[in-house]
């Protein structure tokens, strides 16, 4: 994975994050919101259950309540049973009566029941049923949740929630009861809907994200393409202007070769035939001619010293970077006819070859530029030697430029894009800054720890 790709990872990355714990904290809050309202549908649901079974208790109350009143014989008791076997609400609502040593007296859904002893009946758990119902009727009247059959169910155990009293003077429970398997299913219809929200807003957190993410990635990938496409221009502006610089350059020394170092070659030959020629008939002629040649002959060793220089100046191995830059300001100074400021400081140490070069070449390619584009009246250069790099910085005078236009424009700034190039090659960075009245090119080469070590040892031969 290149560093493109990591950098586009990690833009995706916190995004996915941050949906990922919305979708989290939505379910969290859907969940925890859900279990509120289940407690509180559950809740009201057994408020206005046992305010019905209250209700309803009462009104059996006061339908029996003259016979229970009136002379306790037989006929009345059974007077009020059938009463109570009568009152019915709804399809599985009746009433239940009981003796409070657990016998059925009354129970009109299971007649099968009427004359038995019930005391030792229990539920599925163990827990006596009837037992407790008396125990709450006995304390003043209660409610008991236990499970019984529900009659339109075919009989099936049904969680049910009864109201009884008691009848002291008889010795009578009475009581009805209202079966939960409604209220279970008011829970489960209110939990189906929350859960339907909670999967309704995950969804949409899902699209959302999903939409988010292939939004950033589309972004992502056209900055990718412009950005290819930007360097492959530049990268194809760079090889021609490459090529081209490498003709020129061989053209140049071809002509200086041919214009200049030939004709001199070619002078001295005819000198040295003429001298050997006049040389057994007239010796003075011939070392007339002698010198001359010489003279020549020393005019071609100091245009191949002149060819050589600008190659790679021998200064630069000789004496150093500041000496061979200095001696690069004085050149320039002198046929481009601009003062050249040249200024060190700091203690120079000894550098690589190819820092010594890409440094010399920077402060070349810079004056070139100041001198082809600048229109400039003054030059300075700084540099800098420090404990923990070299700071290299040419300003001008001149008209500036827009920075932005021409590290955009891949036709433009092939020189400046070659010093970024060579110094990101070890480590350093170039920093431009231009406006009218003021240009300012700064390059800045770190010491790597093999530099430091060999500019000590260098310090130590001293």
Same mark, same amino acid.
């Given at each position: 994975?290149?560093?493109?790709q ?11 994050? !941050? ?25 009201t649901?057994l ?6 079974l ?20 037989? !006929?009345?008791?059974?007077? !009020?049973?059938?009463?109570? !076997?009568?009152?019915e609400?709804?399809?599985?609502g ?16 299971q ?8 005391w ?34 075919q ?6 929630l009864?109201?009884?009293?008691s ?6 429970m ?9 209220v ?12 339907a ?13 999903s ?8 972004c ?7 950005e ?11 090889? #021609? ?64 010293? #002149? ?9 630069l191995?000789?004496l ?33 070859d ?29 540099l800098?030697?420090?404990p ?29 894009r ?40 260098a310090?130590?031969?001293?």
């Amino acid at each position: 994975m290149n560093l493109r790709q990591k950098f586009f990872v990690l833009s995706l990355l916190p995004v996915a994050l !941050a949906m990922v714990a919305i979708a989290l904290a939505v379910r969290h809050q859907g969940n925890e919101l859900s279990r509120a309202q289940h407690e509180a549908v559950q809740t009201t649901s057994l408020a206005n259950k046992r305010a019905e079974l209250l209700h309803y208790v009462g009104l059996a109350r006061n339908a029996i309540e003259p016979l229970y009143d009136g002379p306790d014989t037989p !006929a009345a008791r059974q007077a !009020a049973l059938a009463t109570l !076997a009568r009152m019915e609400f709804g399809k599985d609502g009746y009433f239940f009566v009981y003796d409070l040593e657990g016998r059925s007296l009354m129970h009109p859904r299971q007649p099968e029941l009427v004359g038995h002893n019930l005391w030792t009946l229990t539920d599925e758990s163990g827990a006596p049923t009837i037992q407790r119902l008396i125990a709450a009727a006995r304390a003043g009247g209660g409610y008991v949740q236990y499970a019984w059959e529900k009659p339109s169910r075919q009989k099936m155990m049904t969680p049910k929630l009864s109201y009884v009293i008691s009848l002291p003077r008889w010795n009578w429970m009475i009581g009805t009861g209202i079966y939960l398997d409604d209220v279970e299913a008011t829970l489960r219809e209110s939990d189906d809907r929350a859960q339907a929200n909670i999967d309704s807003t995950l969804i949409w957190v899902t699209l959302i994200a999903s939409t988010c993410l292939a939004i950033v990635g589309l972004c992502g990938l056209v900055v990718n393409i412009t950005e290819l496409k930007t360097a492959d221009a530049k990268l194809r502006q760079l090889a #021609r202007q490459v090529v081209e610089s490498q003709e020129l350059e061989r053209s140049r020394i071809s002509r200086e070769l041919h214009d200049g170092i030939s004709q001199l070659l070619v002078s001295v030959k005819l000198l040295l035939e003429s001298a050997s020629m006049r040389l057994p008939g007239s010796p003075a002629a011939a070392s007339t001619t002698l010198s001359v040649a010489i003279e020549r002959l020393n005019g071609t060793l100091g245009e191949v010293r #002149r060819i050589s220089q600008a190659l790679r100046p021998a200064m630069l191995d000789d004496l150093g970077l500041a000496a061979a830059i200095d001696q690069l300001a004085r050149e320039f100074g002198s046929h481009a006819g601009l003062p050249v400021e040249m200024n060190v400081e700091g203690e120079a140490t000894a550098l690589d070859d190819n820092v010594k070069t890409m440094l010399y070449r920077i402060a070349q390619e810079a004056l070139t530029n100041i001198e082809r584009h600048a229109q400039a009246s003054r030059v300075s250069i700084l540099l800098i030697f420090k404990p923990d790099g070299i700071h290299l910085s040419i300003a001008d005078d001149g008209r500036g430029f827009d920075v932005t236009d021409v590290h955009h424009d891949p036709s433009h700034g092939i020189g400046l894009r070659n010093m970024r190039e060579r110094l990101d090659a070890v480590g350093g960075a170039l920093d431009i800054q231009s406006w009218p009245g003021l240009t300012t090119i700064s390059a800045w080469v770190p010491l790597t720890p093999a530099a430091v070590k060999a500019a000590l040892r260098a310090t130590s031969r001293k």
